[in-house]
């Protein structure tokens, strides 16, 4: 599965412990990325400063689900 154009919702749903540019106490789940653009698209993406963490999650429909609405329901379930 490709990653949804305009869901970013593992930019906000997720907690991401690793150091981000700018955030460098990581984020908690529940708050957005400041690197998410209002297009919802990765202002870091292809990027060398992109955590690791970010760059490694594959998409699946088992975590995105068939919108971003599912899929913020989905990550938040897991929180």
Known sequence: MECR???GAC???ISISSSIPGMP???PAGVRCIHLLDDYR???FGRPER???CGDF???EIICGK???EAMAIIASLV
Request: aromatic share 0%; net charge negative.
């Open 58 to 60: 594959q998409a699946e």
């Open 25 to 27: 106490e990581g984020k």
């Open 42 to 44: 990765c202002a870091l």
């Open 67 to 69: 919108d971003r609405d």
């Open 51 to 53: 955590p690791k963490v």
């Open 11 to 13: 930019c906000i749903a």
């Open 5 to 7: 154009q305009g869901c």
